[in-house]
């Protein structure tokens, strides 16, 4: 099946500071990403959805100036999490859908902790 | 709007006991289901999906059937294995062109030796 990759898989970072979440398609054109953020002992909640050159559309209920998302290529997407505060810690998983794909295929996620 | 309604866990079973998990759904149209997979640590896997009624997803023995009149989806395989601890999500896609899932609240299954 088909690769999505996520980096880090792990970061810690001290509040008030930026944070850079990268997803990348590894073996497909990846024409829409989506990022989720999964609390403890919960489901996944879409925070937002990109397609490949546009602005990405986010849930109701997430600042996106906040949770900054840049699609900029068919492989790449990017969450930037700014000004994190301990209440940001979560897991964040992305996923791709593209080209020669017929389903959602999900990255590892990342592990956020803000201190 | 849609949603998925999944059996609460944590659910327990000794190695080679039967599994079900319960999962149904509200959906408008006719969705595809899904149960993926998230072992600790990790991120999500898909485990297998039936796209419209009576189809029957199965992978690694664990089976699901697509059952419209009961709007259910319910996962089940015969003999757990240790490696089988996980969470396990049941999901729905909506028809005409979404490519949004919605997801159950997972129940994590502990299988023992």
């Known amino acids: 099946g088909a690769v999505v990759s996520q980096h880090p898989s792990r970061v810690i970072c001290k509040s008030g500071t930026s944070v850079k979440i990268e997803c990348r398609s590894l073996?497909?054109?990846?024409?829409?990403m989506f990022w989720y953020r999964q609390f403890p002992k919960q489901s996944l909640m879409l925070m937002a959805t990109s397609n490949e050159g546009s602005k990405a559309t986010y849930e109701q209920g997430v600042e996106k100036d906040k949770f900054l998302i840049n699609h900029a290529s068919l492989t790449l997407s990017t969450l930037t999490v700014t000004s994190a505060h301990p209440e940001d810690s979560s897991f964040y998983i992305c996923?791709?859908?593209?080209?020669?794909?017929?389903?959602?295929?999900f990255g590892p996620g990342t592990r956020l902790t803000v201190t | 709007g849609d949603s998925v309604t999944q059996m609460e866990g944590p659910v327990t079973l000794s190695e080679e006991a039967f599994l079900t998990i319960n999962c149904t759904y509200t959906a408008t149209g006719y969705p595809s289901l899904f149960w993926y997979v998230q072992y600790p640590g990790e991120g999500l896997q898909l485990l297998l999906k039936?796209?419209?009624?009576?189809d029957k997803g199965s992978n690694k023995g664990f089976e699901a059937t697509y059952r419209k009149e009961t709007t259910s989806f319910h996962l089940e395989k015969g003999s757990v294995q240790v490696s089988d601890s996980a969470v396990y999500f049941c999901a729905l896609l909506s028809g005409a062109g979404s490519y949004q899932l919605t997801f159950g609240k997972g129940t994590k299954l502990s299988v023992i030796p």
């Open positions: 073996d497909f054109q990846a024409t829409t």
């Open positions: 039936a796209t419209k009624a009576d």
């Open positions: 996923s791709a859908l593209g080209v020669g794909v017929s389903e959602q295929y």
